[in-house]
C-alpha cells in the first residue's frame, strides 16, 4: 500500500511537472500590431484588447499600437472601439507574433451625448461626438471648478519624495555602495521607476486652506511640517525644495495652462483645446448612479506640450470631470523626462452634487537617457479631506502673507504632521527619514559630499572655513595678465551671527595685488544667505572692474569671462568701501540702504582727461561719496540659493525694483552732487503653445552735475557668451547717459515651429527670438563737449572717440536662434541696427549660452 502511495505520489509529481512545463511553453505568447480604419487606414488609438471571457487586456497607446503577453493558452484575442465592430481574431499560443488589424466603422454610438451617425472619416472637429462633449466640459467649466463657490475651506496634505530610478544589480553590486546597501528598497514593478530605487528626499505638508472670492484671497496656514534634513554646508534644503515644488505645482485640470517640470502644458480642457488635441469616446461606465464617458485625448502634434490620456465626464448635466490620467507622448520636446504619470481623482459634494478633488499624484522619471541607465524618479502626492462650501471664515484669516507657518518647533511640526497623515506610508516611505540621517554620519558619504560641493559650488569646506570659489582661482585680462586669486569665508559652524569673508588677487602683468574683506552681522540669528535676508555688512575692496560690465549669478574674474572679442583695454581700479543694511520680508518685499567710498583711477587703455586751454590734462583718479536705498517687491517669488548667488526661478509674477542714489559732495574727498533714480519692472509672460516672454522695461534719470564715469554707463557684452541682461554687439564704455529708457524681449516658443518639421523635429529644438531697445540723452551740463572743464570722452590709440550718447537714435538689437541644442546649448544669430559706423564693431555676431532646462 505504501509502494502504491509511493509510486502515485511520483505520478502527481511528473503530471504537475509537465502541466507547469506545458503552461510555460505558452506563457511567453507576444502579440503586438498596429490597429487602423479598415477604409481611412487611419490609426485608432486606445482600442480595447482583451481576451474573450477575462478581464485580461490593454489598449493601443496615442499612434494605435500596442503589445501583450498572454500567459495561458488563449487563442482568441478581442478588439473592441466605440463607434466600429468588434472583431475577434486568433493568435497561435506559445509564438511571438505580429497582429495588424482593420476595424469597420459602425453605424451605432452612444445614446447619453448628441451622436451623428454614418461611417469614420478623416479626423475633424466639426461632427465629432468627442469633440461636442469636450465643448460641453469647457463650457461647464466654470461652474466645476473650485472658485466657483463665494468661500471654500479644506484641509490639505503633500507629500513630495525623490529617489534614484532604474537601479540595475550590477549598480547596487558597486564598491562605491557598499555600505549604503540600506538605502536600496523594492517597489511594485508597475511603479514609474522601476522595481529597485534609492530614496534620497521626502517632506509632508499638513495645511488648513481657505479660500474667498469676493474679494479674491488664498490663505495657507501650515499646520505640521516633516522633512529630510541634509547637512547645509552640502545642500541649500530651502531652495531644492522650493525648486523641486516648482516643478511638481498643483495640476488644476480645469485651468488653461498647467505648469509642470517648468514648462507650461495646455490642459485637455482649455478654452482652445480642441485645436491642439484629438477626442475620442472610448467607453462608457458606471460608478454606482453616476453614468461617466471615457474620453481619451492625444496630442495633435506629438512634439508639442500637450498631455495625452484620458477623462473620465459626468453625465448628469453638469458634465464636471471625475477623473483623469494624464501622460506625455514619448516624442514629446521635453528634455530628460522617460516616463511621466499624473491622476486626478474628484468626490462628489452631497450638497450639490458638484465634483471636487480629492486627490492628485504626479510621478516623473528623469534620466540621460530615455530607454536606460539609473534616473531619478520624483512622486508628489496631494489629498483634500472635509470641505467645507460656503461657509465665511472670519476675515482676520485672510489677513497677511498667503501663506503662515504655524510658530511652533519643527519637532512639533513633525509630530502634528504624523498624527494627522491623510494615508499611510509605504515602508521605503516609512524608513527614509532614519536612512538620511544614518547616511550623513557616515564618513565616505561626508567625503563624497565634501566633493561634489566643491565641483559644483566651487567650495571646499574646512569646518568654519570655506576656500573659494574655485573658478575665480585662475584668470587672465589685457590690465593684469595673468591673474591669480585665493579666497573664502567663515560658515555657520564658526557663528550665524557673524559673517567674515575675503579673498587676495595678484595680476603678474601689473604686479599689484587686489583685495576684499567684508563682516556681517545676521540681526535674525539666520543665515545671511537664507531667506528672509536680514544683516547688516560693511566691506572694502581694491580691485579691477570693465566699465559697463554687470554681471548676474556669476564672479567677474570667472576664468570662462577671460576670453573676450575686440579691443578690451578699458579697465578701472577700484578702491570702494561700503556699508549695507538688507531687510527682506516673508511677503518678499525687501529694503536696503547703504552708503559707499568709491575711489575710481583708470587703467590699461582708459585716460581721465580734462580740457585746459586746449590741453588735456590727466586726472589721476575720480572719487565720490553716495548713500543709497533700494526697494524691492517680488511677489510670490521662488529661487534656488547657492553658495554665493540666489537665483531666482521664473514664475509669472512680476518683480519691481526703484533705486535711489544721491551723491554728496565733501565728504571723504567727494567731489560730485547728483541723484540717480532708476526703475525696473520684469516680468514673464506665458503664450501657452507659443511659449513665454521674459520683458524687462528699465529706465533711469541722473539729476545734477557728474562726469562720464558716473553717468549710467550701459550694460555692454564683449565676451563670446550670450547675455540676457546686456547688449550683445555693444562694446565696453560705447555709450553713456544721464536719462535712459529701455526695452527687453526676451521669447521662446519652445519648438512650437520647429516640432511640426519633418525630420528637423527629431532634433527637438526650440526656437528663440530676442529685441533688445535703448534710447536715451545726455543733458548739455553734463556732456564734455559743452562743458570742456568735464571729463572728456575716451579715444583710441588713433585719437578716435569711442563713447558716445544716444541722441540720434535708438540703440536696437535683435536675435534669433535655436535652444535645446544637445539638451543644454542655446545658440544666437545676433544683428545690430543702429551705430553701425562706430569703430570696432560689428552688424552680425553669434552668442551662445548654456542653458539646463526641461
Do not use: C
Request: charged content about 25%.
Amino acid at each position: 500500500m505504501k509502494e502504491y502511495n509511493k509510486y502515485q505520489y511520483i505520478r502527481n509529481v511528473l503530471v504537475l511537472a509537465l502541466t507547469f512545463l506545458s503552461f510555460l511553453s505558452v506563457a511567453q505568447t507576444v502579440v503586438r500590431g498596429v490597429v487602423t480604419d479598415a477604409k481611412t487606414r487611419e490609426t485608432l488609438p486606445y482600442v480595447s484588447i482583451i481576451i474573450p471571457g477575462t478581464s485580461l487586456g490593454t489598449r493601443t497607446d496615442a499612434d494605435g499600437r500596442y503589445s501583450m503577453k498572454i500567459s495561458g493558452d488563449y487563442s482568441k484575442i478581442s478588439f473592441t472601439y466605440v463607434g466600429y465592430n468588434q472583431l475577434v481574431r486568433s493568435v497561435v499560443p506559445g509564438k511571438e507574433q505580429t497582429l495588424n488589424v482593420q476595424l469597420q466603422a459602425s453605424a451605432k454610438m452612444l445614446n447619453e451625448v448628441v451622436v451623428k451617425s454614418g461611417r469614420r472619416k478623416k479626423y475633424r472637429n466639426k461632427g465629432n461626438p468627442a469633440v461636442e462633449l469636450i465643448e460641453k466640459v469647457i463650457e461647464n467649466k466654470p461652474k466645476n471648478r473650485l472658485e466657483g463657490y463665494a468661500f471654500t475651506e479644506y484641509e490639505k496634505y503633500e507629500k513630495l519624495s525623490f529617489a534614484l530610478s532604474h537601479i540595475s544589480q550590477d549598480f547596487r553590486d558597486k564598491r562605491v555602495f557598499k555600505n549604503y546597501q540600506f538605502l536600496f528598497k523594492q517597489q511594485d514593478s508597475t511603479a514609474v521607476g522601476g522595481e529597485t530605487i534609492m530614496p534620497l528626499y521626502m517632506e509632508e505638508t499638513l495645511s488648513k486652506n481657505y479660500f474667498r472670492k469676493n474679494p479674491s484671497k488664498n490663505k495657507s496656514i501650515v499646520l505640521g511640517k516633516k522633512k529630510v534634513d541634509f547637512d547645509p554646508k552640502y545642500i541649500d534644503q530651502q531652495g531644492v525644495s522650493a525648486y523641486m515644488n516648482r516643478m511638481y505645482q498643483d495640476i488644476d485640470i480645469y485651468d488653461n495652462n498647467i505648469a509642470v517640470v517648468s514648462n507650461q502644458f495646455l490642459s485637455p480642457i482649455a478654452n482652445s483645446a480642441p485645436l491642439f488635441y484629438l477626442y475620442f469616446i472610448t467607453d462608457t461606465i458606471s460608478r454606482g448612479d453616476t453614468k461617466l464617458v471615457e474620453l481619451s485625448f492625444a496630442p495633435r502634434n506629438k512634439g508639442d506640450m500637450l498631455f495625452q490620456g484620458k477623462l473620465y465626464v459626468t453625465l448628469d448635466g453638469n458634465y464636471a470631470v471625475e477623473g483623469a490620467y494624464l501622460t506625455v507622448h514619448k516624442n514629446i520636446n521635453l528634455n530628460f523626462v522617460r516616463q511621466f504619470e499624473s491622476q486626478l481623482e474628484f468626490s462628489k459634494n452631497m450638497a450639490d452634487g458638484h465634483y471636487l478633488l480629492s486627490k492628485s499624484t504626479l510621478s516623473i522619471d528623469f534620466g540621460i537617457s530615455k530607454n536606460k541607465g539609473t534616473g531619478v524618479v520624483g512622486e508628489r502626492t496631494v489629498s483634500f479631506k472635509d470641505y467645507k462650501i460656503n461657509q465665511p471664515a472670519p476675515d482676520s484669516v485672510y489677513e497677511g502673507p498667503p501663506v503662515v507657518i504655524a510658530k511652533t518647533t519643527d519637532d512639533k511640526k513633525a509630530v502634528v504632521l504624523e498624527q494627522n497623515r491623510h494615508e499611510v506610508l509605504t515602508q521605503a516611505e516609512a524608513s527614509i527619514y532614519k536612512d538620511i540621517d544614518s547616511l550623513q554620519n557616515m564618513k565616505s558619504f561626508k567625503r563624497t559630499a565634501e566633493l561634489v560641493t566643491f565641483l559644483f559650488a566651487g567650495y571646499k569646506g574646512f569646518g568654519p572655513f570655506e576656500i573659494g570659489p574655485a573658478n575665480t582661482f585662475y584668470s587672465f585680462n589685457p590690465v593684469e595678465g595673468l591673474r591669480l586669486r585665493l579666497g573664502g569665508r567663515t560658515t555657520p559652524e564658526l557663528s550665524k551671527r557673524y559673517y567674515f569673508e575675503t579673498y587676495a588677487a595678484y595680476g603678474t602683468r601689473d604686479e599689484k595685488w587686489k583685495y576684499f574683506g567684508s563682516a556681517t552681522y545676521s540681526i535674525n540669528n539666520k543665515s545671511i544667505y537664507a531667506f528672509p535676508q536680514h544683516y547688516l555688512r560693511t566691506s572694502y575692496q581694491r580691485d579691477t572692474k570693465i566699465p559697463g560690465q554687470e554681471l548676474q549669478f556669476v564672479q567677474e574674474d570667472n576664468f570662462l569671462l577671460s576670453f573676450k572679442r575686440g579691443e578690451n583695454d578699458k579697465w578701472l581700479y577700484n578702491d570702494l568701501w561700503r556699508i549695507d543694511y538688507v531687510h527682506e520680508y516673508e511677503n518678499h518685499f525687501s529694503y536696503s540702504i547703504g552708503f559707499k567710498n568709491w575711489r575710481q583711477t583708470p587703467a590699461g587703455g582708459l585716460r581721465y582727461n580734462r580740457l585746459v586751454n586746449n590741453d588735456l590734462v590727466p586726472i589721476d583718479r575720480i572719487t565720490t561719496s553716495e548713500v543709497s536705498m533700494e526697494l524691492r517687491y517680488a511677489p510670490n517669488e521662488k529661487f534656488y540659493q547657492g553658495k554665493i548667488y540666489r537665483v531666482p526661478v521664473f514664475g509669472p509674477d512680476p518683480i519691481f525694483t526703484l533705486r535711489y542714489t544721491q551723491g554728496i559732495k565733501g565728504i571723504l574727498g567727494s567731489s560730485y552732487n547728483y541723484q540717480n533714480v532708476t526703475g525696473n519692472v520684469q516680468k514673464r509672460f506665458y503664450l501657452s503653445q507659443l511659449g513665454y516672454s521674459d520683458v524687462t522695461v528699465e529706465g533711469g534719470y541722473i539729476f545734477g552735475n557728474a562726469p562720464f564715469a558716473l553717468l549710467g554707463i550701459h550694460r555692454a557684452n564683449q565676451t563670446y557668451a550670450y547675455q540676457l541682461n546686456s547688449y550683445n554687439l555693444m562694446n565696453f564704455l560705447e555709450f553713456v547717459s544721464d536719462h535712459y529708457a529701455s526695452l527687453n524681449i526676451d521669447h521662446s516658443f519652445n519648438g512650437f515651429f520647429l516640432n511640426k518639421m519633418p525630420l528637423i523635429r527629431r532634433l527637438k529644438l526650440r526656437e528663440v527670438v530676442s529685441f533688445k531697445g535703448l534710447y536715451g540723452g545726455l543733458r548739455q551740463e553734463n556732456d564734455p563737449l559743452s562743458h570742456p572743464s568735464s571729463l572728456q570722452f575716451p579715444v583710441n590709440d588713433e585719437g578716435i572717440r569711442t563713447t558716445y550718447t544716444l541722441e540720434k537714435q535708438p540703440y536696437i538689437e535683435g536675435s534669433v536662434g535655436l535652444a535645446n541644442i544637445f539638451k543644454l546649448l542655446r545658440v544666437d544669430l545676433v544683428k545690430r541696427f543702429t551705430y553701425l559706423d562706430h569703430p570696432d564693431v560689428a552688424e552680425w555676431g553669434v552668442r551662445a549660452r548654456v542653458k539646463f532646462d526641461f
